[in-house]
């Protein structure tokens, strides 16, 4: 599973860290790449411009 890496500040990653220990994944990075493959499906399964816009509202990505 070699690919692109994502860098994220050190902060941001000991809060993943405690989230996926937390929420009982594995490993960070299964925390994260999961969570990732929620936000992508929740656009990709949205209907319209404003659903989209709901949806990242919902999942915390927009104000």
Known sequence: ?????????????????RCAEAAGYSSVDEFIRHTL???????EEADSEEEVKKRLQG?????
């Open 37 to 43: 493959e929620r936000a992508a499906a929740a656009i």
């Open 59 to 63: 999942l915390g990505y927009l104000d």
């Open 1 to 17: 599973m070699f690919g692109p890496k994502i860098k994220v500040d050190k902060d941001l990653y000991e809060r993943l860290k």
